[in-house]
């Protein structure tokens, strides 16, 4: 390269084209191949070669500007000469370029189609001698860019001879620069340092940096290949044990099975324990008998293992329109429902880590707990899983049995999630408030490890033995009632409650989604079928009681499959089906409505009480006899109700004077109270004031007013204290057709949840003490 000084004096204009270089900084004792591909590049090198053969390269400050402007580029780069230059078939070029001089721009004289500037050349400083400490320096730098290259495996001997033979420090630096690719912004400042001693000490810094990168980068090389060459070698040393058993004829499907296996365990994704387990145990299997019983349980463990969803997970949308619009498509009104759950998708959007409470949705069956369940699936992008927990009372069905027993499974909660394969469904726990306790052990406590978001990351089951993390699965619980859920899970939980349907809300449910919904699943359309809303009122009323709309689909399912069978038998007209002609299609109604009681009746009173079923009516029967002072009390009624009784009886008692008995009145007499219908168990509270008129009506001999319904709790004192189900009640007495209803002045706030066209159909008395109940009862008043 000397040779070209030598041979032409190079002069330099003003005025040089530029080409902008993206990854690159160019030094003025460079010598290297430069391939231009940019059109504002490509005119520059034209300009040039038709000019002097001079070109400017700057580096750019952004190497990702494709056109880049003045401001764009660093103002101190390198004069070049094109020594060679060749058109590649892509019509790019391939310079061969010999760095000359560093030059300043001036400024720019030409921005389209090249970049075109006035320059001024950049002289180094010059070195007056070469102090021992400069030469030190010049060691050094020279030794470190020889460990360096060795540690980067580059061939650096002629590299070396080089850096040997210079012995002027700025050049030294350049040729390093050069060769050993700094960071573009370091190269860039190296080479806008004029004075050669500077320049070569921030060279020795750069290298100093590097040496150390690179060192690291050496150790995590030969790391990684070690790492590689042991997996590679016991890869090959098994591929040929295979092969020499081949050989032997003792190859055979245990080792293949042994293989396949091991091969899966290495998909599975789990986590380290997991994976450590299960080769452990794959080790074990591969020395046993193949027909062995233990070698059947590992198989059997294994087996589990690969397949459970350790890793695999779905992509939630969290689209709170959608979830909405998905809510609404499937239920009707339940908006407060609705709305709890889109604020727990909201929280979950601004939070993914965020751990929601668990909801739980009470009810009685039919209202749409599961329905809703599967529709936040939906709303969520989520699978869908259900397990009932009803009659379960052995903690081994949460938690899984220890693998030494035979026949061993792992829990419901493993089992559903391998079922469905994916680590974050919607698992909903059907029937919480039926779980058991007995001696094989307490379901609630496992069901709380399974439940408690602080726990279940780590929720062990006992056939796995291994910590798998449920604290993904978005679990809902359903109940009928609250009160039998065990309040260690209560506390957990949030309590939703979706009351039973009124007939007019169930009427809607009908029209809007039970009816299009059944005519669809069987293969009918509108043409076909014609049902009118009054026939809907009939079937509510006439062929179901109950809280939900489940019996009511599955009679209009009936319908229906009547109709599809008729169009099968090649019947082609509209059916429409009227209250008039209901019975051809279900038969005669299967309930009528509640019993109204003909008069007033002494010792009949009307209560009403609350099942998992929805609200319904409850005569209580009081009859007075001669006798001892006796109390009996029949109907299957439990502890707490007969305790309600007496409680009501103490409380005549104590007004004997006041209701115009005889101080001792009872010591004459026995008292017989009775709630029919024998058969069935009956419990609670509630019907504390409804036996205390029965039984004051008896005493008195007055006739209870027929039309008046009532329910409260009813202490020793007679005060009264409130009660549950309160909307239940008041439809299940709309239902009756009475008037008048009782209730604890206390339930008050629940009234807000009675449809108003329910409030209207009743007068309401709120009473705080069994006094204030015998004016709407009995007719009669009594001084405090
Ligand atoms: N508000 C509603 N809007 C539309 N359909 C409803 C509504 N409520 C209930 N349903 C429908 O009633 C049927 C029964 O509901 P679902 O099976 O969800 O009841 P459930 O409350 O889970 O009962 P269980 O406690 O017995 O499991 C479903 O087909 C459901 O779609």
């Known amino acids: 390269m000397q040779e070209i000084f030598e041979e032409k004096e190079i002069i330099i204009s003003e005025t040089a084209p530029i ?52 401001e764009d580029l660093f103002n101190v780069g390198t004069i070049a000469l094109i020594m060679r230059q060749l058109s590649l078939p892509d019509g790019k070029l391939k310079l061969l370029i ?57 061939d650096y001997e002629d590299i070396m001879a080089i850096l040997n033979s210079i012995d002027e420090p700025g050049q030294l630096a350049d040729i390093i620069s050069s060769n050993l690719r700094f960071k573009l912004s370091d190269a860039q400042q190296a080479l806008e340092t004029l004075n050669p001693i500077k320049r070569l000490k921030k060279i020795h810094e750069l290298l100093e940096k590097e040496f150390q990168v690179s060192s690291v980068q050496a150790k995590i090389r030969s790391q990684a290949r070690e790492e590689m060459g042991k997996i590679q070698r016991e890869y ?20 293949e099975e042994i293989e396949e296996l091991r091969e899966k365990i290495e998909r599975a994704r789990m986590p380290k324990v997991a994976k450590k387990e299960a080769l452990k145990q794959l080790e074990r299997l591969s020395m046993m008998h193949p027909d062995s019983g233990d070698a059947h349980v590992i198989r059997t463990y294994l087996d589990w293992l690969v397949e459970l969803p350790w890793q695999r997970s779905t992509k939630d949308k969290l689209d709170i329109k959608q979830a909405k619009k998905i809510l609404d498509e499937d239920h009707y009104n339940l908006e407060k429902v609705k709305e709890r759950i889109l604020e727990y998708l909201s929280v979950k959007k601004l939070n993914p880590q965020a751990k929601g409470a668990i909801l739980c949705f009470v009810g009685p069956p039919g209202v749409g707990k599961t329905s809703l369940g599967k529709s936040i699936a939906r709303a969520l992008g989520r699978k869908f899983m259900r397990i009932s927990l009803g009659g379960i009372r052995d903690e081994a069905e949460i938690r899984g049995h220890r693998r030494t027993y035979i026949g061993a499974l792992p829990g419901r909660i493993i089992q559903g999630l391998k079922q469905i394969g994916s680590n974050n469904p919607v698992f909903m726990l059907d029937e919480i408030d039926k779980i058991g306790t007995d001696f094989r052990g307490d379901p609630a406590s496992a069901l709380l490890e399974v439940l408690d978001p602080e726990q279940n990351v780590n929720f062990s089951d006992h056939y796995l033995n291994l910590p798998f993390d449920l604290s993904k699965v978005m679990f809902i619980t359903t109940a009928n009632l609250i009160d039998p859920i065990p309040s260690a899970l209560k506390d957990r939980m949030e309590i939703i409650e979706i009351p039973g349907y009124t007939q007019e809300e169930k009427l809607q449910i009908a029209l809007k989604y039970l009816w299009p919904r059944q005519i669809k699943q069987h293969g009918l359309t509108e043409v076909n079928v014609q049902i009118f809303p009054e026939t809907i009122s009939k079937i509510i009323s006439y062929y179901t009681q109950e809280a939900g709309v489940r019996n009511l689909e599955r009679e209009m399912g009936s319908i229906c499959r009547k109709i599809a069978r008729k169009l099968a038998e090649g019947k082609n007209e509209t059916f429409k089906i009227t209250p008039n002609n209901l019975d051809a299609y279900l038969g005669p109604p299967k309930y009528l409505p509640e019993r109204e009681i003909e008069e007033n009746e002494v010792g009949v009173a009307t209560g009403l ?27 299957q009624m439990g502890e707490v109700m007969q305790e309600s009784a007496k409680a009501a009886l103490s409380y005549v008692r104590s007004r004997a004077e006041s209701l115009g008995l005889r101080d001792n009145f009872y010591e ?3 008292v017989h109270i009775h709630v029919p219908e024998g058969g069935v168990p009956k419990d609670g509270p509630s019907a504390g004031i409804t036996m205390a008129i029965a039984l004051i009506s008896a005493l008195i001999n007055k006739p209870v007013n027929k039309e008046t319904a009532m329910t409260g709790e009813i202490t020793l004192r007679g005060r009264i204290l409130p009660v549950g189900g309160i909307k239940e009640k008041v439809l299940a007495a709309v239902r009756a057709k009475v008037k008048n209803i009782i209730i604890p002045e206390k339930n008050s706030k629940d009234l807000i949840e009675v449809p108003k066209s329910a409030k209207k159909q009743l007068n309401f008395f709120l009473v705080k003490n069994m006094d204030e109940v015998l004016e709407p009862a009995l007719g009669i008043k009594i001084n405090p």
């Open 19 to 70: 080409v902008p270089m993206k990854d690159i900084v160019v030094f003025p004792s460079m010598l290297l191949p430069i391939f231009v591909g940019r059109p504002m590049s490509l005119k520059a090198v034209k300009e040039s070669l038709n000019k002097d053969k001079l070109i400017l390269f700057v580096t750019q400050k952004d190497p990702a500007i494709e056109t880049p402007h003045p």
């Open 98 to 154: 010999q760095g000359l001089t560093k030059v300043a721009i001036k400024e720019y004289i030409q921005i389209s189609p090249f970049l075109m500037a006035k320059i001024i050349p950049l002289e180094d400083k010059q070195v007056s001698e070469i102090t021992v400490e400069t030469e030190a320096l010049m060691r050094n730098v020279r030794e470190q860019s020889e460990k360096i290259l060795s540690l980067k495996g580059l």
């Open 236 to 255: 090959i040393l098994r591929e040929q044990l295979k092969v020499i058993k081949k050989e032997l004829g003792e190859f055979d499907e245990i080792d």
């Open 609 to 635: 009480a609350w099942t998992s079923y929805g609200g319904e009516i409850l005569r209580v029967e009081a009859t007075v006899l001669r006798g001892k002072g006796k109390l009996m009390l029949t109907g």
């Open 668 to 670: 004459h007499i026995d």
